[in-house]
């Protein structure tokens, strides 16, 4: 429903935010990662968010990235996790990378996050395996080369082959715009 949301700051605390857009606050949930990187109060922020409708609830959930909103929405779609620990985990993220975990199968890293215990850190392993895009926090990726990646997943490529495609382009022409990396990447083969 909601893509982003762009405004000012008015309220911060550990676990959400309110943005000021046009006179009406929106409450959204973050995860604790964010909280620490958050600017003053008053100035303008633009969260990515995910809409979360559930019986009981409507709930928005803001993101520093696009990745972060993704795997948020990849974790909630796991039978019985819920967006509160997939708040965890994202907000444990830089200390506990989940591509690493889940590429190392290690459930044991992931039952030191709150609310995860054995049985449901082998269902997010078995879930994810194979889903995830190597960690932005490596290597940061510009927006343009996420859209571009965006668009090749959307054309049918798989989300790995995809990324391979982009960065190989952009190796070739580091101030490619989107569509010139688009191009340059289905060209590529």
Same mark, same amino acid.
């Given at each position: 429903m909601y893509?982003?949301?762009?405004?000012?700051?008015?309220?911060?605390?550990?676990?959400?935010?309110?943005i000021d857009v046009g006179g009406v606050g929106y409450h959204l949930f973050i995860p604790i990662s964010?909280?620490?990187?958050?600017?003053?109060?008053?100035?303008?922020?633009?969260?990515?968010?995910?809409?979360?409708?559930?019986? &009981?609830?409507?709930? !928005?959930?803001?993101?520093?990235?696009? $990745?972060? #909103?993704a795997l948020f929405e990849k974790l909630i779609a796991i039978s019985g996790l819920g967006p509160k620990t997939a708040l965890a985990i994202i907000g444990q993220n830089d200390q506990i990378p989940l591509e690493e975990v889940i590429g190392r199968k &290690?459930?044991?890293? !992931?039952?030191?996050?709150?609310?995860? $215990?054995? #049985?449901?850190?082998?269902?997010?392993?078995?879930?994810?395996d194979g889903k995830l895009t190597p960690s932005s926090k490596k290597s940061?990726?510009?927006?343009?080369?996420?859209?571009?990646i965006l668009a090749l997943v959307s054309l049918g490529y798989k989300e790995k082959e995809a990324m391979k495609q982009v960065e190989s382009a952009q190796k070739q022409d580091p101030t490619a715009t989107i569509e010139k990396l688009i191009t340059m990447s289905l060209m590529q083969k």
């Open positions: 893509a982003y949301i762009k405004g000012t700051l008015t309220e911060i605390h550990a676990t959400h935010a309110v964010l909280y620490t990187k958050m600017p003053p109060l008053q100035k303008e922020l633009l969260l990515y968010t995910s809409f979360v409708v559930r019986e &009981d609830s409507q709930r !928005l959930f803001g993101f520093e990235t696009k $990745g972060d #909103k &290690d459930a044991a890293a !992931l039952t030191k996050i709150p609310g995860i $215990g054995k #049985k449901t850190a082998e269902r997010i392993i078995i879930e994810l940061p990726i510009s927006s343009s080369t996420s859209d571009a």
